[in-house]
């Protein structure tokens, strides 16, 4: 039978994501109370300019007043859009206080103080719920900390952010420079006026934060995320992996040491081979590749951003709160009981790609081989090609001209490979390291 009083629920935020939450549970209310067991009702919505016109969102609902709303008391569920840290951090921990389980989709706050946040959910009895703050659309939160419970997650790899994967693409398929391919994006609307965020991997090193923390069990905050980002990936960059069968994508890589005794998050721009199922992700979809012990590997794939594909992860938490304020129950909290500490990247264990302008001349391969070995880093391959011959395998054509020397390490250690390019840098004979990529999902 179901129950006549509506749950209630205050919005903070009406932008892009939070007008579509509102329009879903207007348009989809009479569903949304049969899968609930309860009628779910908008009891208002916290705005910055409230002089705005908002199709379908009653204007009496609109305050400029978050704190009030959150604190009313009759609130049943709080839903979080507004992002950033604060007033986002201090509305939350209100709304916990004042007996409202909370939505949010705010994965910087999260990956910064989710902890925090966790323990003061707990502390009141109430919900905390963020599908939405990894990946849009794609269901991947509640599996990693619902489905795969029972199992062990070694390794998450993903696509995280839509913006770079688009640029990226576009820099594949069509041949286009980084700027090029930016200004295509913002056209689009794929891009920020300011893309900082998604292009120096800000934004997918707050999702890393959290996939982690979920993945192992443990706690991994922004700061333990070791980042770069994609604004120096270039058309040579791409050509360079298409010799070796790869394609070029920002990643995401959370991972559980070998020995099981700590883990590592980073972002960064990776070359990743044709045939694994993360290079065919195109355009601006997300795509998270899981792999554990007992299920193997996993995808999980869609659309990674947008007002609807994100507003769908959100009401599919609201659902899942609401059901659990009419049984009188809580879901799953942090899980954080493992304490693993989170390595560096140097004790990160990968293979570089490395593209070298050198002298043309004889010995300079010898020297640069020189140079890995003392660092114990092992060479797989070497391309060199003369600049000044135009083709070619052999240098030292013309002896004083440059050379193209292109070096694919052996697994080894991020400190090593990076001590190895430094002392390069320093050879008479290297003119200048054009690219570093490292390699990934082999």
Same mark, same amino acid.
């Given at each position: $039978? #179901?129950?006549?009083?509506?749950?209630?629920?205050?919005?903070?935020?009406?932008?892009?994501?939070?007008?579509?939450?509102?329009?879903? #549970?207007?348009?989809?209310?009479?569903?949304?109370?049969?899968?609930?067991?309860?009628?779910?009702?908008?009891?208002?919505?916290?705005?910055?300019?409230?002089?705005?016109?908002?199709?379908?969102?009653?204007?009496?609902?609109?305050?400029?007043?978050?704190?009030?709303?959150?604190?009313?008391?009759?609130?049943?569920?709080?839903?979080?859009?507004?992002?950033?840290?604060?007033?986002?951090?201090?509305?939350?921990?209100?709304?916990?206080?004042? *007996?409202?389980?909370?939505?949010?989709?705010?994965?910087?706050?999260?990956?910064?103080? *989710?902890?925090?946040?966790?323990?003061?959910?707990?502390?009141?009895?109430?919900?905390?719920?963020?599908?939405?703050?990894?990946?849009?659309?794609?269901?991947?939160?509640?599996?990693?900390?619902?489905?795969?419970?029972?199992?062990?997650?070694?390794?998450?790899?993903?696509?995280?952010?839509?913006?770079?994967?688009?640029?990226?693409?576009? #820099?594949?398929?069509?041949?286009?420079?980084?700027?090029?391919?930016?200004?295509?994006?913002?056209?689009?609307?794929?891009?920020? @006026?300011?893309?900082?965020?998604?292009?120096?991997?800000?934004?997918?090193?707050?999702?890393?934060?959290?996939?982690?923390?979920?993945?192992?069990?443990?706690?991994?905050?922004?700061?333990?995320?070791?980042?770069?980002?994609?604004?120096?990936?270039?058309?040579?960059?791409?050509?360079?992996?298409?010799?070796?069968?790869?394609?070029?994508?920002?990643?995401?890589?959370?991972?559980?040491?070998?020995?099981?005794?700590?883990?590592?998050?980073?972002?960064?721009?990776? $070359?990743?081979?044709?045939?694994?199922?993360?290079?065919?992700?195109?355009? @601006?979809?997300?795509?998270?590749?899981?792999?554990?012990?007992?299920? *193997?590997?996993? #995808?999980?794939?869609?659309?990674?951003?947008?007002?609807?594909?994100?507003?769908?992860?959100?009401?599919?938490?609201?659902?899942?709160?609401?059901?659990?304020?009419?049984?009188?129950?809580?879901?799953?909290?942090?899980?954080?009981?493992?304490?693993?500490?989170?390595?560096?990247? *140097?004790?990160?264990?990968?293979?570089?790609?490395?593209?070298?302008?050198?002298?043309?001349?004889?010995?300079?391969?010898?020297?640069?081989?020189?140079?890995?070995?003392?660092?114990?880093?092992?060479?797989?391959?070497?391309?060199?090609?003369?600049?000044?011959?135009?083709?070619?395998?052999?240098?030292?054509?013309?002896?004083?001209?440059?050379?193209?020397?292109?070096?694919?390490?052996?697994?080894?250690?991020?400190?090593?490979?990076?001590?190895?390019?430094?002392?390069?840098?320093?050879?008479?004979?290297?003119?200048?390291?054009?690219?570093? $990529?490292?390699?990934?999902?082999?």
């Amino acid at each position: $039978m #179901m129950r006549t009083r509506p749950l209630k629920v205050a919005l903070l935020g009406c932008g892009v994501v939070g007008s579509e939450v509102a329009r879903i #549970m207007t348009t989809h209310a009479d569903d949304l109370a049969a899968r609930i067991g309860a009628p779910v009702e908008l009891a208002g919505v916290a705005v910055r300019r409230p002089s705005k016109v908002r199709e379908g969102i009653d204007p009496a609902l609109v305050t400029t007043d978050a704190t009030a709303l959150v604190k009313r008391g009759d609130i049943d569920v709080v839903v979080e859009v507004i992002g950033g840290i604060e007033p986002a951090r201090a509305l939350i921990t209100t709304a916990f206080e004042h *007996g409202a389980s909370v939505v949010s989709a705010n994965k910087a706050l999260l990956a910064q103080d *989710g902890a925090a946040l966790h323990a003061a959910a707990v502390e009141h009895g109430r919900d905390l719920y963020y599908e939405a703050a990894v990946a849009g659309a794609i269901p991947l939160i509640r599996p990693l900390r619902e489905s795969l419970a029972g199992d062990k997650v070694n390794r998450v790899l993903g696509i995280v952010n839509g913006t770079t994967n688009f640029i990226l693409d576009k #820099m594949d398929s069509t041949g286009a420079g980084y700027q090029e391919a930016l200004d295509e994006a913002t056209a689009l609307g794929y891009a920020e @006026a300011d893309p900082t965020a998604d292009v120096e991997g800000f934004d997918a090193a707050a999702k890393a934060a959290i996939l982690a923390g979920i993945a192992f069990h443990t706690r991994v905050r922004l700061d333990d995320v070791y980042r770069e980002g994609m604004t120096e990936v270039t058309a040579a960059d791409f050509a360079s992996a298409k010799a070796m069968g790869c394609t070029i994508k920002l990643l995401a890589i959370c991972e559980r040491a070998a020995d099981g005794g700590s883990v590592t998050a980073r972002v960064h721009p990776a $070359m990743i081979p044709l045939d694994h199922p993360l290079a065919s992700v195109r355009g @601006a979809y997300n795509a998270v590749f899981v792999e554990a012990e007992a299920a *193997g590997q996993l #995808m999980f794939y869609g659309p990674g951003a947008g007002g609807s594909p994100t507003a769908s992860a959100v009401l599919g938490d609201l659902v899942a709160v609401c059901r659990n304020r009419l049984a009188g129950a809580t879901g799953p909290g942090e899980s954080a009981y493992t304490r693993l500490p989170v390595s560096s990247m *140097g004790e990160v264990v990968t293979r570089y790609h490395i593209s070298l302008d050198v002298a043309d001349k004889p010995g300079v391969l010898a020297q640069v081989a020189t140079v890995f070995a003392e660092h114990g880093v092992s060479i797989d391959t070497v391309r060199q090609q003369s600049r000044n011959s135009g083709g070619g395998d052999a240098v030292g054509v013309q002896e004083g001209g440059e050379a193209s020397l292109v070096v694919v390490t052996h697994r080894a250690a991020d400190a090593a490979l990076t001590g190895t390019v430094e002392a390069l840098r320093k050879l008479d004979t290297v003119r200048g390291v054009a690219s570093i $990529m490292r390699v990934e999902g082999e």
